[in-house]
Structure formats: C-alpha cells, structure tokens
C-alpha cells in the first residue's frame, strides 16, 4: 500500500481510513494528552518497556545500525515524544501512526519535528518488511480481530524484527474501567503465546508488570459506579472522573512506586500484575 502525504502532514492511504469509534473515542484523545503527559502510570509504564527494548536491541541488531521504528495506533505521541529523548539519534526512522486524524493532528506538537505520522488501519496497513521495530502500546485489547491485527505487523516488519505490545493483564482485574475504556479482552501469558503462534511470530518473552501497585488498584475498583443507564455524556463523565491525574504528592508517590519496578521486573519476573508486556518477532 502507499501512502502520499496530505495537508497537515499526515501520510494517508489511497484507500480512505475510517477510525472505529467503537473501539476508542475520538473525544478520548484530549484527556489522553493530559495522562501521557502527567500521570504516573504513563511514566512507568513507558520506563519499563524503554528497558525492555533496551535489553533487546543489542542482542537483534548491530551496534550503530540504522532501524526504523513506528508506533502503532500511538495516539496523541507520548510514546514517541520520551523515546526520541531517552534514545536521541538510535533510530533513522521514528514514525507514528493512528487510524484517527483527530490523534494525529495532536500528535504534531508532542511528537517532534522529524517525526513521520501515518493514518492506518492496524487491520489493513499494507507495509511489507518495512520496519525494523514496532509498538502495540495499550491498543490491543481494543481490537476485536487482534490476530488479524498482528498478522498485518508482522507482515510490516523486516525479518528479525521486533514488535513490543503492551494489554492490561488478568480478568482478575477486570473491572467497570475495562467496560468504560472499551476493553474487548484482558491478557495472560498463555494469551501471548496463542496470538504468537496464530500470527506467525515468535514470541521472545512475557511479563506482568505493575505488581507493586496491583493490590491498591484492585481496592480503589471494588467501589463500582453504576453504569446501567447511563447515557454517553454521563459514561464521558464518569471516565474522565476516575482518570484524572492524581493530586501531586499522590502521583509523585505512585510514581515512585511504579519505579521500582524497572528493571527488577524484567530480572525476576512478577508473578502477577495488572498489566503484561510482550516481545515478538518475525522470523529471519
């Protein structure tokens, strides 16, 4: 597939993408542009997958060469934004794609000059080893068709490239967040194992992570709210309320304790947690 670039600088399809609201809410990005900015659990999720990939690159690639790198279905550019300052100049290529143009319009002032942005549908991105590295951050679980999903980025990557996923973790902590974010499906080890196999990948290895901070999750989503019949400004409300950025010495704390977690967790796994971090591979 190709893709030309259009006014605002966004790379399109000549094929035209439809962004799946039922899937994630377009009106969903502003607050996300708040979280990925302030809150904790960005922070130490995007510090725990930085170690992981740092742990990998040497043993896939060469020192020094040239790898081009996407983030898939990146949102408003978080992701993006802390790569390129925690890695500056690792990879030639650092693009981000997402199926909304509502995201990517806002992605432009996060993500940097340099930074390539693509409107694509994860089940129909058309590359063909293409990238060298790719990211499925917190996308996942919003795709009902996730094998088709991860059959088209492994056809997107080069052989021996890598694909990072991050997915909440266990029905355990399955809770009315999961129903207010649209969640399809929480995720196991054993699930990352069946997506592997069903999509051609090899799947490097599996960890939970946000263990430390798991058992205050559970409790602060025991208090249900009542979300039968609810209308969709109250269900908005409802969201925004319950992911707002904690007060500042709260989400200092919590963030601190998220912490502690890199890189202990990729050395001794975690034998729970409230989200799993994966690491594939197509085959050489």
């Known amino acids: 597939m190709t893709y030309s670039c259009e006014a605002g600088g966004i790379f399109m399809p000549a094929t035209p993408v439809v962004h799946r609201e039922q899937e994630y809410d377009s009106r ?3 607050l996300l542009h708040e979280m990925q900015t302030r809150h904790f659990w960005y922070a130490g999720r995007h510090r725990f997958v930085l170690q992981a990939l740092k742990l990998q690159l040497p043993k896939q690639f ?10 898939l279905g990146g949102g408003c550019g978080g992701w ?3 790569l390129r300052s925690k890695l500056p100049g690792r990879f030639s290529e650092l693009a981000l794609s997402d199926s909304s143009l509502c995201a990517l319009a806002r992605a432009e002032a996060v993500a940097g000059e340099g930074t390539a942005r693509y409107q694509a549908d994860l089940l129909k991105l058309g590359w063909r080893d293409r990238w060298d590295v790719a990211f499925l951050l917190d996308v996942l679980e919003h795709i009902p068709a996730d094998a088709k999903a991860l059959i088209q980025v492994r056809e997107a990557l080069k052989p021996g490239g890598l694909l990072f996923v991050t997915t909440p973790a266990l029905n355990f902590f399955r809770s009315y967040n999961d129903e207010l974010a649209r969640h399809v499906r929480r995720y196991t080890k054993q699930d990352f194992a069946r997506l592997a196999e069903a999509s051609g990948l090899r799947l490097l290895r599996a960890c939970y992570f946000m263990f430390f901070l798991s058992p205050l999750l559970w409790l602060s989503r025991l208090r249900r709210p009542e979300l039968a019949n609810k209308d969709d400004s109250e269900m908005r409300a409802i969201l925004e309320r319950t992911h707002r950025v ?3 010495p709260v989400n200092v704390l919590m ?9 202990v967790g990729l050395w001794v796994p975690f034998p729970w947690g409230t989200s799993i971090l994966g690491v594939f591979q197509k085959p050489r």
Request: cysteine-free.
């Open 246 to 248: 904690p007060i500042p």
């Open 80 to 82: 993006v934004k802390f």
């Open 255 to 263: 963030k601190w304790i998220f912490s502690l977690e890199t890189p």
């Open 62 to 71: 060469e020192a020094g060469s040239p790898l081009s790198a996407i983030d």
């Open 28 to 30: 969903a990005f502003a």
